[in-house]
């Protein structure tokens, strides 16, 4: 029986050294030399909203943001740029949106950012100017149907391109079906159709076909007709591309 417990107590031993030298093997394999340690990305908190409408030649005071990282306090840093005439910073004289970019930086080189979306535009009374912020409906042959998808989207913007010429600009000739109901971004947009009014209240337009910049398909937007008592305007636009015919409905933001 002694001889046995001691076998026994010996048995235990060898398991319990064999266990410490995987231990003490994997201990030295895995050495991370020191360098694991704990980050904290910098989280950003804009003040105000995170899209802001103003009027055109209107006052524009940037509510700014704030980061933290870990309970601390980050410097941010502020840029912004147009979206459409490619002007930098907020100038309220000049229509487009305007994407302002917050960003910050914790001490291990790691970024954080936010973005506000001011929409810098005039209202025009659509009967001696179609400029305006429009919500976007859109429909697609062949079945022209109403999808959630292509509704309430914002914003299409029509813009003056020279103040008492009665030419304009739309941002979206297709009313922003592909940049905002697909998501694809701002180079999704057909761009670059020129507005040539008339004679608004009969209806009379002259329009320079848009551009995808993504692309290079074409589009030309037909039977463009204005509705100044209910804020609308409804196009037709026509893509050289299958499926390419789109039924647009603008209706006006007011702010």
């Known amino acids: 029986m002694l001889i046995k417990k001691e076998n026994m107590m010996k048995n235990r031993l060898s398991i319990i050294i064999t266990i410490a030298g995987l231990l003490s093997s ?14 904290y990305f910098p989280i950003i908190t804009m003040n105000g909203d995170a899209e802001l409408l103003v009027p055109l ?23 912004a740029s147009g979206t459409y005439q490619g002007v930098d910073g907020v100038d309220t004289s000049i229509p487009d949106n305007y994407l302002v970019t ?10 954080g950012t936010a973005i506000r979306n001011v929409w810098v535009a005039n209202t025009g009374d659509l009967i001696n100017s179609i400029e305006g912020l429009y919500l976007a409906n859109v429909q697609r042959t062949p079945n022209f149907e109403f999808l959630p998808q292509y509704t309430d989207m914002n914003y299409v913007l029509i813009w003056q391109t020279d103040v008492g010429t009665g030419t304009y600009e739309i941002s979206h000739a297709l009313g922003a079906y592909y940049d905002i109901g ?15 009014a008339n004679d608004i209240p009969s209806n009379d337009f002259t329009i320079a076909q848009a551009v995808f910049p993504i692309w290079g398909n074409t589009v030309d937007i037909t039977d463009f007709q204005v509705d100044p008592e209910n804020k609308q305007i409804t196009f037709t636009g026509t893509g050289n591309f299958g499926n390419g015919v789109f039924q647009v409905q603008l209706t006006q933001v007011q702010f």
């Not at 960003?103 to 970024?111: C, M, T």
């Not at 697909?182 to 040539?196: E, L, S």
């Open 102 to 111: 917050y960003s910050a930086q914790n001490d291990d080189g790691f970024d």
């Open 57 to 79: 030649d209107s006052t524009f005071e940037d509510p700014g943001a704030t980061a933290d990282a870990g309970g601390s306090s980050v410097e941010v840093a502020t840029t």
């Open 26 to 39: 994997c201990s030295s394999n895995m050495d991370t030399g020191g360098v694991s340690r704990l980050t």
């Open 182 to 196: 697909r998501g694809f971004g701002p180079n999704y947009a057909a761009r670059g159709a020129v507005i040539t």
